[in-house]
């Protein structure tokens, strides 16, 4: 490379040296120096950049050898036909056309290595771009052209059905997001209406080629096409009986045919029996594949333990037939069964039933999720033939909860399938995020800190919903077996940690899917045998794994408990035997189980009971200091949350409070002390002990106050002056460390201890603020001292020793006060405000909680005190627009989403106030500039929505007339521009074309004209966005498809919550409302 001057490359005005571009792209890729690396990128991204560049591809592709340089020459080409295309003189652009398919031709015709392959199906790809800006108008005979010209020869034939392949992809799969829905929808007619000869051309592969690769490649651009094509195509040709009959048997060809069937089998014709007139031919597919698959795959093979000695292909062939099963089944399952009167219908139906519950057995959670899927579609649709009513679901007796029903021919020809299933779903069932003891690799039992993974708790959430359909399908069914399989936990013939596991989870799932009679004698025998099985096993981790599980179970059964109070409390007694057991995790389930029946049960705690001497609570306060000695602070936290709100449940005043002083007599008598200690000597509150304990009491002060909520407040007055003393106290101890070492005092861990303190007030007054429901009280007896202690501290110390929390809290204070909050608005905005935004506006991640709340903070404030805003002065009030501009201009989401939330409520809030003009004429067009600029950035993709809103609402206060004052004359721009309308128009029309000189005039035109006539529907709207932002190749792949689908499954999936809320069931006992 040292030989010639690199730099020479990019003087146009001399030969292309090939040569010596190779030996710069070798620099690239294998440098003798990093600085010679860096020359060579820089030479490489000029050459690239250069407009002309493209026009020595040529010679690059004829003259080197390099596979790498021919592939940067193709990246160019590649480049120009993206960005400058149509900029292109005709007689080049076909000149390129020539070029590309004259070495496709000549490639394709020619044995291939892997280089060449590789190199060939980017070639591919370019083509497949000149394609989507040519065809159909500017190269109506490509269709034509690729047709004839893979007649010609086996090999070039090959690569075309790659290049149409590509194409199908491009156009029906990847075109959202890269190209405008106006092109996307011609090009789509396109395909359709070319198709008759891609087909022909396919069909004429099958019946004149044995060649193996060829007829993978075919296969393989048939199943792109699949999707979209006319059905005609599918039930009116040979082409089912091409792929049952001739390619499902033949191994080679088998893995691919399957698919194909597959997305045959998705294709919903028509939701009625005939299904579109099609019903023999789909029927027939279904008769031919079930009869070949008997000879692929025997039923009397052992699926699980094939799957697993098998080669990769052949396990691809299992997960490919269980997505053809289910979705064949899926789709056609009601045709087949109004055909069951033909026995060899009926049998292949159940067959294929069979089928999936073997595939279901293979330890693959891929395809066990396939399988899961379509189970959960079976056992919803036989129970919704006859469904138990929201009334049933609610009635205290569940009286007619699996009572004997009339069998519907549907659940009888399954009866046996679902026999299987139940055993399939006990035996796979996967861990629910209550259990927190679990089974290493290495074969330990111990404590899980990781949160149970999403995609575990959703499949959890699937199988519970399965096993509750099954349930109610046939309860002494699901009974039996469970039954059966804890006995043989109990005998030890299948004894084994994950068996007793799935067995106890899948338990746990059918909580309320009995009749409380069944559930009672069914709940008795399974803690019964639980308790003889922690007893009769030896070792910690057995008995970790079986107290793990009762534990589990009596969470998931509080109908039962409260219908049993001996039980119950015997339970609960369990549950402090378990809370000095030191096994990893046993403490945190106990305490977890223990607030979960607290919730659950919290009335039979503070009522006495029937032979009880007193109310169980009193009973557990007294041996208070006993069962919590063994636990952590963080489980002693959660014993006292649950203590919360069982003293919540209690609506007597009187006895409520009484019982609130019981539980925080051990926390106060350790405040008390400690107040005391101060009193007599200031400096143990520099004690570690001291801190330690204050932490301690504060955090459970917390804990309580959350369940007890705002009758707390006996509490909190008890010690409120003294928390807030503390607070000071602390506050001016680390002002002096500061000021004595410096930013370097607030390392220390002392320094670090006070401010734990800090915030655990400020977290205190933050729960029970939140919680309250006297304004008056907390106005004039709560936020006075509250406020002098904090807002001062906070303004005047160093950055780094504000508490984010006191943002925080005082959001919480004006959410909670709302218009009553805005006298006190100017203060909390003079000591908060300035400083905050001084930490936070030098970049966009430093202080990450003190940015997340401080723009929360600013939203309760226009939310709930927007004429406090209105009051502040100008220059304060610029700070706020700056602010809210800085906020949607973050990368971090929920900032900026955040900010453009601030933004909508801001110009919606000022377009009633009297000071409305004022504010358009100083800030509307900064806004509007700002929110345009952002929509550009493609770094803001994931807004796009709310942008979207803010600039439709700005664009609704112009054409509505409620922008009154002259903008034009505003921003110094008068002539032609007569109203508001007019000149915001020509004001974004100029932006743009400013920002993007590669748009015409016209382009830019056309798409503020339409976002001047869409700006009230919503859809029209964005979509106009959308379009635009395409154009200016601002968003990448699926964008639009990723937001469509996303809207699309959320509202599908709330349709689909009410509709399981209703079953019996479905609603965990913990997420039921009491």
Known sequence: MAAMDPASLLDFTQELNVQLLDSVVNAMNNPLTPQQQEIANQVLTQLKDTPDAWTRVDKILDQSQNPSTRFYALSILESTIATKWNVLPTDQREAVKEFIVSMIIRMSSEPQQGTDRVFIRKLNMILVQIVKQEWPHAWPSFIPDIVGSSKTSESLCENNMAILKLLSEEVFEYSSGKMTVAKARALKDSMNSQFSMIFELCMFVFENTDGVSLIKSTLETLLCFLSWIPIGYIYETQLIDILTMKYLGAESFR?????????????????????GGFSEQIVKMFTQTMKQLTIILPSSINIKEAYNDSSDFHQQFIRALALFLTSYLKTHRKLLESKTDNIEVRQLLLDAHYYLVLISEVEDTEIFKICLEYWHSLTDGLYNESPYTVSTMYSNSYSSFNTPQPTSPRRELYKDILTLVRKVMI??????????????????????????????????????????????????????????????????????????????WAIGSISG????????????????????????????????VVASNIMYIVGQYPRFLRAHWKFLKTVVFKLFEFMHETHEGVQDMACDTYIKIAQKCSTHFVHKQTGEEVAFVDEIMDQMHTIIHDLTPQQVNTFYEACGYMIAAQSDVTERERLLTKLMHLPNESWDRIINMLTVNINHLQEKQTLKELTYILKINSAVCKPVGHPFIVQLARNYMDMLKVYQAYSDIISAEIQTNGEAGMRSQQIKSMRAVKKEVLRLMNAWVTKSNDNELVMNNLLPPFLLAVLTDYRNNVPQAREPEVLSAMCAIINKLEQNIIPQVPAIFEALFGCTLEMINKDMSEYPEHRANFFELLKAINQFAFPALLAISPDQFKLVIDSIIWSFKHTMRNVASTGLNILHMLLNNISHADEAQ????????????????????????????????????????????????????????????????????????????????????????????????????????????????????????????????????????????KAIAVIPGMTKPADMMD
Not at 498 to 504: D, Q
């Open 255 to 275: 893995n691919l045919t399957i698919m194909c069937l597959t997305e045959i089998a998705s294709i919903k014709t028509s939701s009625s029996p005939g299904e």
């Open 427 to 504: 035996t796979h069932m996967v861990k629910p995020e209550e259990v927190l003891i679990v089974e290493t690799d290495s074969g330990e039992i111990v404590r899980e800190f990781m949160p149970t993974h999403t995609d575990t708790l959703n499949q959890y959430k699937t199988m519970r919903q399965v096993l509750v359909f099954l349930t109610h399908l046939d309860c002494s069914d699901t009974k039996s077996i469970m039954i059966e399989k804890l006995h043989r936990q109990v005998d030890g013939s299948e004894w084994s940690w994950k068996s007793v596991n799935t067995l106890c």
């Open 513 to 544: 899917a009995m009749s409380e009679d069944d559930e009672k004698g069914f709940l008795v025998t399974v803690i019964k045998h639980l308790l003889g099985l922690v007893e009769q096993k030896k070792g910690k981790d057995n008995k970790a």
């Open 918 to 1057: 004022g504010f358009y004429r100083l800030y509307y067009t900064l806004l509007l500039d700002h929110v345009l600029a952002v929509m550009t950035d493609s770094s803001h993709q994931s807004e796009f929505e709310d942008l979207a809103a803010n600039l439709a609402f700005m664009i609704t206060l112009v054409e509505n007339n409620k922008v009154t004052i002259n903008l034009f004359e505003a921003n110094n721009q008068s002539g032609a521009v007569v109203n508001n309308s007019q000149f915001v128009r020509q004001h974004i029309r100029e932006l743009l074309t400013g920002a993007f000189p590669n748009l015409t005039a016209n382009s830019i035109e056309n798409t503020v004209a339409t976002l001047f006539s869409t700006y009230m529907d919503p859809h029209l709207f964005s979509q106009t966005l959308q379009d635009f932002l395409v154009n200016l190749k601002v968003w990448g792949e699926c964008e639009r498809e990723q937001q469509l689908e996303k809207e699309s499954a959320r509202i599908q999936l709330e349709e689909k919550q």
